[in-house]
């Protein structure tokens, strides 16, 4: 008994021994799996040129971002940013209105701020990631105690990612190395958007499932992160030296804006509200139908997952050929997508299927990312240099009430999928007419620039 017991110890201990080599083993592999992947990001980000004038620390910068907004996304998914299924409609509505609030209230307000407060760039975005750093730490503990103040906490941190994206809108064309141009840094930084959300979601879905409150732990980390990455920004994103506002007078009016623009910018820029108008459409239509007339044989959710789903691709297609191939033809390519986003739209609402609906969100998720590069090529080509950050970031803005509008069509509409999307058509139709309207006028020469 003791010789075996002896045995049966010694082969224990080589047991211990292989699992701790084996355990060394796979972590030196993850190790150098994961030093290889952020060696590879870098040398992306840094490539032509981009480490020298600034644009490789935004674009990691954005990566963290976007991690931490994924993050954050899958921490509420099941409570403030879930759609209360069992609700009558009014009060699904009601529900979408206030989510969809901090668009509107952004639309009037983020834009003069950036304007005002333009020679503090960086820590306006430092701002925007450190107030959803806080409010982050708050919904970990309102999620884990039931608070009232969750969605109140919710709504801020909408409202401080969409600042945000306009704050970044505004940076980053002060950052541009001379081999890259607007529409090319603009894809590299929506290829690191999909890599963070890629490793945000996936982080913050491991941890949700020991609570919601510890991804939300994570989010706030991750945001932390983003704000010290802001703030160590180059300090050329804070100069104004040059710089004026792009309509006669300062006059913030949209009209009076509009009109001042280059021809090719606002006609590419109405095209562009049919991409948003689709988007927020798309978002919000298909909720409520797939909950109310899902699908012959197959789920509501299931058909909404492959919608959103090929929106996605279209979306990193999008992205990718923006940074391959630039945008050589930028009215033409927005032109051409608008057609086909009518096409497919006029199709879905006569030939209602799941495959219809499918192309529907890819054509809608390339038609986002592709015609907003189209227009990003356009500013950086027509626009001087002097304007082009605040024009930069004002379409920006204005482009996301577009998608509230259109997601306020989607719910205020009957659920039936033929006039549902027969009127996404309407609305397409209408941004192709204000488009060719806005190319019969006249051009209108931009202010010369005021003395520094």
């Given at each position: 008994m003791t010789s075996a017991a002896a045995r049966a110890g010694a082969a224990g201990r080589a047991a211990g021994r292989l699992a701790a080599t084996g355990g060394r083993g796979t972590a030196r592999v993850?190790?150098?799996?994961?030093?290889?992947?952020?060696?590879?990001?870098?040398?992306?980000?840094?490539?032509?040129?981009?480490?020298?004038?600034?644009?490789?620390?935004?674009?990691?910068?954005?990566?963290?971002?976007?991690?931490?907004?994924?993050?954050?996304?899958?921490?509420?998914?099941?409570?403030?940013?879930?759609?209360?299924?069992?609700?009558?409609?009014?009060?699904?509505?009601?529900?979408?209105?206030?989510?969809?609030?901090?668009?509107?209230?952004?639309?009037?307000?983020?834009?003069?701020?950036?304007?005002?407060?333009?020679?503090?760039?960086?820590?306006?975005?430092?701002?925007?990631?450190?107030?959803?750093?806080?409010?982050?730490?708050?919904?970990?503990?309102?999620?884990?105690?039931?608070?009232?103040?969750?969605?109140?906490?919710?709504?801020?941190?909408?409202?401080?990612?969409?600042?945000?994206?306009?704050?970044?809108?505004?940076?980053?064309?002060?950052?541009?190395?001379?081999?890259?141009?607007?529409?090319?840094?603009?894809?590299?930084?929506?290829?690191?958007?999909?890599?963070?959300?890629?490793?945000?979601?996936?982080?913050?879905?491991?941890?949700?499932?020991?609570?919601?409150?510890?991804?939300?732990?994570?989010?706030?980390?991750?945001?932390?992160?983003?704000?010290?990455?802001?703030?160590r920004l180059p300090a050329n994103v804070d100069s104004t030296i040059g710089e004026v506002d792009f309509s006669r007078g300062g006059d913030a009016k949209t009209a009076r804006r509009l009109r001042a623009l280059p021809v090719s910018v606002r006609y590419v820029l109405w095209l562009m509200t049919g991409a948003r108008m689709l988007t927020g459409f798309l978002t919000l239509f298909m909720a409520f139908l797939m909950r109310e007339h899902p699908l012959p044989g197959m789920s509501g959710s299931l058909v909404i997952g492959l919608v959103g789903g090929a929106a996605a691709v279209g979306n990193a297609l999008g992205s990718v050929i923006g940074n391959r191939w630039g945008n050589t033809a930028p009215e033409a390519m927005a032109t051409t997508l608008l057609a086909i986003g009518l096409g497919v739209s006029t199709v879905t609402a006569i030939f209602y299927s799941i495959w219809t609906l499918v192309a529907l969100g890819l054509v809608a998720g390339l038609f986002g990312q592709l015609g907003k590069l189209s227009l990003d090529s356009l500013v950086q080509r027509d626009v001087p240099e002097a304007m082009r950050a605040r024009v930069f970031s004002w379409t920006e803005t204005l482009l996301q009430t577009f998608w509230v509008l259109g997601g306020g069509v989607g719910i205020l509409i009957p659920l039936n999928p033929r006039l549902g999307f027969s009127v996404l058509a309407g609305l397409l139709v209408l941004a192709a007419l204000a488009a060719l309207r806005s190319r019969a006028t006249a051009r209108l020469r931009p202010p010369a620039p005021e003395p520094a």
């Open positions: 993850l190790g150098r799996g994961t030093q290889a992947g952020v060696r590879r990001f870098q040398q992306f980000a840094a490539a032509d040129g981009a480490d020298r004038s600034g644009l490789a620390r935004l674009t990691e910068m954005h990566l963290v971002d976007i991690a931490a907004d994924a993050a954050l996304t899958v921490s509420l998914a099941g409570t403030v940013f879930a759609l209360p299924a069992d609700e009558a409609r009014g009060k699904v509505a009601i529900f979408l209105a206030l989510t969809m609030a901090p668009f509107v209230l952004l639309a009037p307000l983020i834009g003069p701020l950036v304007d005002r407060f333009s020679h503090g760039r960086r820590w306006a975005i430092g701002t925007t990631l450190a107030l959803r750093a806080f409010l982050s730490w708050v919904l970990a503990g309102a999620v884990a105690d039931d608070s009232p103040w969750l969605f109140p906490a919710a709504l801020g941190a909408l409202m401080a990612t969409k600042a945000y994206a306009v704050t970044r809108a505004a940076a980053l064309p002060r950052l541009l190395p001379d081999g890259i141009p607007l529409v090319k840094a603009n894809a590299r930084l929506n290829i690191a958007a999909l890599v963070g959300m890629l490793l945000g979601g996936g982080l913050a879905g491991g941890l949700a499932k020991i609570g919601p409150q510890w991804s939300l732990r994570a989010a706030f980390l991750i945001y932390v992160a983003g704000t010290v990455l802001a703030i």
